[in-house]
């Protein structure tokens, strides 16, 4: 039996959908498009999902997305999280699935705390020292509540876009199949270098910047 933050992976309790509203979304053409909630998410965050219709003969692409709200809604050049987002979005309205848009802010340590950590990065700290250095996680971010919704969207069998193998494993240990991993693009600019560069030599994260 595996084991994730404390919690064994098979004691995962059972999301449902509470409401499922159509949205216009436009993607350069019009998308049918669902904006979905939850009940019964192992933790009180109001996580949700954009789930666009299967695509015949096509494994549901699946974009977990982490909340950044100064990149997501204020365009920061700071990270990479806006253009991701962007590219999320396309990929599913092409191939069909879902983007799952998880209230983790900051990796999990909140939006104020992102901001005391780019203070710190500002001195020349980088992104993960910052964190520990206010006494937070690295990342503090886990990943049962993403497997949840999915089971609720009956999206069990998945390729998942991700350049984070630890999205992949946390998924895997919940038994979601994720038969494929697609690599988002590396969306890089003179202010998210350094930034990029931590993710892949500190982080882990399987982005080819040098
Ligand atoms: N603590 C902290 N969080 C950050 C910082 N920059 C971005 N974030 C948060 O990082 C999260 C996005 O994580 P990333 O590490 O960029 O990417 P990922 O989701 O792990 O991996 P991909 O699936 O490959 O995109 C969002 O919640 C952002 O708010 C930072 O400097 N400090
Ligand atoms: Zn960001």
Not at 18 to 41: K, T, Y
Not at 115 to 127: F, G, I, K, P, S
Request: glycine residues 10%.
């Amino acid at each position: 039996m595996s084991v994730i933050d404390g919690y064994p992976t098979t004691a995962l309790s059972t999301a449902t959908v509470r409401a499922r509203v159509p949205i216009g979304m436009d993607r350069g053409r019009p998308v049918r498009a669902d904006m979905i909630s939850f009940e019964g998410l192992a933790d009180s965050g109001e996580h949700v999902a954009v789930q666009v219709p299967a695509v015949a003969g096509r494994i549901p692409l699946v974009r977990i997305h982490s909340e950044c709200l100064t990149g997501d809604v204020f365009g920061s050049k700071r990270c990479d999280c806006g253009p991701q987002l962007d590219e999320g979005l396309d990929a599913v309205a092409e191939d069909g699935g879902a983007v799952l848009y998880l209230r983790q802010e900051g990796r999990g340590i909140g939006l104020y705390n992102k901001l005391d950590a780019y203070v710190l990065q500002d001195t020349n700290v980088d992104t993960f020292s910052a964190n520990r250095m206010l006494g937070r996680g690295d990342d503090e971010r886990q990943y049962a509540v993403a497997a949840q919704m999915l089971r609720a969207l009956g999206l069990e069998r998945i390729r998942l876009l991700t350049n984070n193998p630890e999205k992949v494993r946390q998924l895997r240990e919940y038994g979601i199949d994720v038969v494929d991993v697609v690599p988002t693009r590396v969306h890089s600019n003179p202010d998210n270098e350094r930034y990029l560069w931590a993710k892949a030599s500190l982080g882990g994260h399987t982005l080819a910047v040098s």
